[in-house]
């Protein structure tokens, strides 16, 4: 099912090409793009558009995300081997993997059924072995906390309460905040348990962040 030609690592090698010139500087996170083919994860008509820095429908009413938003939201989590990350919006995957060849021991919650399924199959062929959830994002997964890091793949209207409350001290929170149109990409660092610092990295454009009324 899954094919990975000279022609598609040529692509990924421009595209990574492209990332390093946008400014994303980590060479691991980089390495990861190369080991992870993104043509995996979208339908077989969009094969040669994979490795464009375009975000593509994958169902449900969601979006694989753009390669270098990807890459910057990795990029600003630092994540060193053996962190304990939760990803909010497994979506297709992709950036799951990508956590994962990286070295992160991933939990990652999906609220759409559709994207849940397909993301256990996806993540199997590569041979990972995240912790996969079917639930609320805004919950957070407690059973495993607190987490090294948490990266929220959706525009949220607010930073989630639980969300923080699952961070270790120390940790970093990675989140696009704002409404349904864009939103701006904050980092925040929990330096104690009412202690957080705020960075803020520009504006970027994410499918929006919904409960789980099911």
């Known amino acids: 099912m899954y094919l990975d030609s000279f022609k598609h690592k040529g692509m990924r090698r421009q595209l990574i090409d492209e990332l390093r010139q946008r400014g994303i500087t980590s060479e691991a996170v980089l390495e990861a793009f190369d080991a992870i083919p993104r043509h995996y994860f979208l339908d077989l008509a969009f094969v040669n558009q994979a490795y464009s820095n375009m975000a593509f429908q994958i169902g449900a009413g969601q979006t694989i995300s753009h390669p270098y938003t990807v890459a910057f939201q990795t990029q600003l989590l630092d994540l060193k081997k053996g962190d304990k990350v939760l990803e909010i919006g497994t979506g297709s995957a992709f950036q799951t993997c990508i956590l994962c060849q990286l070295g992160a021991k991933v939990f990652s919650i999906e609220r759409q059924r559709e994207l849940f399924v397909k993301a256990k199959h996806i993540i199997h062929h590569f041979g990972f072995n995240p ?3 079917f639930g609320d994002g805004y919950k957070g997964q407690t059973s495993y906390a607190p987490y090294d890091k948490v990266l929220i793949t959706c525009g949220a209207p607010f930073v989630p309460q639980a969300l923080l409350d699952q961070l270790k001290i120390g940790g970093v929170l990675v989140i696009p905040v704002g409404n349904l149109e864009k939103q701006e990409m904050i980092r925040i ?9 705020e960075e803020r990295f520009g504006e970027f454009s994410f499918v929006p962040m919904l409960e789980n009324t099911k």
């Open 131 to 133: 912790r996969l959830f």
């Open 189 to 197: 660092t929990k330096r104690g348990e009412n202690d957080y610092h």
